[in-house]
Structure formats: C-alpha cells, structure tokens
C-alpha cells in the first residue's frame, strides 16, 4: 500500500507484471517442453481460434486450479508462446504466433492441426 495525496492508504497492484521470453531466445528443447503437456496444447489451441488480447486467464475450460493454471502459463510465457498483460483485474493473453512461427517454422501448425484421434 501506499499513501495518496490525501493521506490515505491506496491499494497498489497486487501482483507484478508478468515476464516475458522472446521466441528467439527459446532452445527448441523448451519449446517441445512447453507443448508436450495436454493441458498447455489446450490453451495454445484455445487462443489461436481466439482474437489476440480477448481471453482471460479464468476463461479457459481447463482440469486444473488457478495454481496449476498459473503455473502452465508462466511454462507458455517462458517458451515465448504467449504473451500476458493485465488489463483492470484480469490477466489477458494472446498467442505469439507470427514470433514463434519465424523461431521454429511449422511446429505450432503440427500442435494445432486437428488430431484425428481426438476428434
């Protein structure tokens, strides 16, 4: 908390910025890392048939808590497949996929393509 100009305690943001890596310096090893897990492939999938900058973290419908979700975002961030800003109380995201695409070219459309087994 800090003090206004009133005098009176003021509520800072509880939560620092989130860090972002860029694409160009993730080892290919951490970006196979990042989309080998089910859940992480359904939130990049979730977001590249979303508009960039729409979709809240506690938006998508996903079998994890808020702890686990946190946690596969901060993986997706530190592979350069997301990108993260708060907006009022929300956390916003949107997919890197023209950064990460010029990084490792055809990975994300091999994640993305629709696996006939799932189907």
């Known amino acids: 908390m800090i003090r206004g100009e009133s005098g ?8 620092a910025a989130p860090e972002h890596t ?10 196979l890392a ?3 897990d089910p859940v992480r492939v359904t939130l990049v999938r979730e977001l590249a048939d979303s508009a960039e900058w729409t979709r ?15 946690h596969h975002f901060a993986v ?3 592979a350069g497949l997301v990108e993260q800003r708060d907006e009022g109380p929300k956390r916003v995201n949107r997919l890197r996929r023209e950064e990460f695409e ?3 070219p055809g990975l994300l ?11």
């Open 34 to 36: 990042a989309l080998a």
């Open 102 to 104: 010029t990084r490792f």
């Open 22 to 31: 860029h694409p160009d310096d993730v080892p290919v090893q951490a970006a």
């Open 109 to 119: 459309d091999l994640v993305l393509r629709e696996d006939p087994e799932r189907a």
């Open 8 to 15: 009176v305690a003021e509520r800072t943001s509880h939560r």
């Open 56 to 70: 809240s973290c506690g938006s998508f419908d996903v079998p994890v808590g808020k702890a686990a979700l946190s």
């Open 76 to 78: 997706l961030r530190g």
